[in-house]
Structures are given as C-alpha cells and as structure tokens.
C-alpha cells in the first residue's frame, strides 16, 4: 500500500500541468492544516502526520521521529525552524507547495537533504 501511495505522489509530481505557478509566492496561510504523507529514509517511508497552525507553529510526528517549530514566511517562500523534539537541530529547510486543479502536494526539504517530506491534506481533519 506504501508503495502504491508513493508511487501516485510520484506519478502526480511528474505529469499534469499546476494551476499555481511554479514559483508563484506561498504564505504560511496558505498550507495551514493537517496534512498526511511520508518521510523519505535511506531505507524505507515512514507514514507522518504534518500539523501547520495559523500561527506559523507546526508538529510533525513520525514512527521515532517528533519535531515542533515555526515556519517563516519570506520573500514569497516558506522556510521551517524547529525549536523542540528529537534531532530539532536538523530540522530546518524549505516547504514547497504544488496544486493541480483539486489536488494539493506539499513537500518538506531539510536543508541537510535527509528525509524529504510528502504531503497531501488530510481528509478527515
């Protein structure tokens, strides 16, 4: 099922045409929510839950992996700082959102390229 999903995320990122452009300017408002996907390990995806506040906090969460923060919005790009959690000082790095027609793809790039995020908003939040 894993790789089913992640096989979709892939297969979306790839082919249709975005109704924001690429490099429109995204604001924190813009991915408040609860948003469901997967971290990226060196050996395998770990199922996370991403919970961005309208204040600019957030908590990811993780099997082994807790970390809360901010997010800074800046020149029309986000960035996220976290300040508490289990390797915090790691995780800083930049949030991207793509939008093709109804579907929304968020993605989470620490700055070290360890665990690359993929997100879409959780249906039941």
């Given at each position: 099922?894993?790789?089913?999903?992640l096989?979709?995320?892939?297969?979306?990122?790839?082919?249709a045409p975005t109704s924001r452009p690429a490099h429109a300017p995204i604001?924190?408002?813009?991915?408040?929510?609860?948003?469901?996907?997967?971290?990226?390990?060196?050996?395998?995806?770990?199922a996370a839950t991403l919970a961005?506040?309208?204040?600019g906090s957030f908590e990811l969460s993780a099997p082994r992996t807790y970390v809360a923060g901010t997010i800074i919005g800046a020149g029309g790009a986000l960035r996220f700082?976290?300040?508490s959690g289990r390797g915090a000082a790691g995780w800083h790095g930049t949030i991207t959102l793509d939008e093709?027609?109804?579907?929304?793809?968020?993605?989470?790039?620490?700055?070290?390229?360890l665990f690359?995020?993929?997100?879409t908003p959780d249906p039941g939040a």
């Open positions: 099922m894993r790789r089913a999903v096989l979709g995320m892939l297969v979306f990122a790839g082919c604001g924190v408002q813009d991915v408040v929510g609860v948003w469901q996907g997967w971290l990226i390990t060196p050996r395998d995806y770990l961005i506040h309208g204040d700082e976290a300040s093709r027609g109804d579907v929304r793809l968020l993605r989470t790039a620490r700055d070290d390229r690359p995020g993929r997100f």
